[in-house]
Nanobody, 124 residues
């Protein structure tokens, strides 16, 4: 079992930045692909970005490309989501998820472990 915990959410004005962190337990953290998802009120959970098991290339949904950056530190069992130039439409609960393979995916049902989520609110 892998325990996933997000942190770093909060309230920020449009144009500002936030950094979300995700800590995951387990000795095999480096073999997990990790993803970030978000859910706005009244909407379905949507893919934000994902990174494979190595500390390499990340993939993003179009709406956040150039503004969000995912990085991971396998030595610390953490993955971060740096969010810049935030917009009100970025508001939502952000979830970190892990899947038991090295391959990143964009579908939420591809992930095996989920955190409880952290609220991000961007005011206009």
């Amino acid at each position: 079992q892998v325990h996933v915990v997000e942190s770093g959410g909060g309230l920020v004005q449009a144009g500002g930045s936030l950094r979300l962190s995700c800590a995951a337990s387990g000795r095999t953290f480096s073999s997990y692909a990790l993803g970030w998802f978000r859910q706005a009120p009244g909407k379905e959970r949507e893919f934000v970005g994902t990174i494979g098991s190595s500390e390499g290339r990340a993939y993003y949904t179009d709406s956040v490309k150039g503004r969000f950056t995912i990085s991971r530190d396998n030595a610390k069992n953490t993955v971060n989501l740096q969010m810049n130039s935030l917009k009100p439409e970025d508001t939502g609960v952000y979830y970190c998820a892990a899947r038991r393979t090295i391959y990143p995916r964009t579908r939420a049902d591809s992930y095996d472990y989920w955190g409880q989520g952290t609220q991000v609110t961007v005011s206009s």
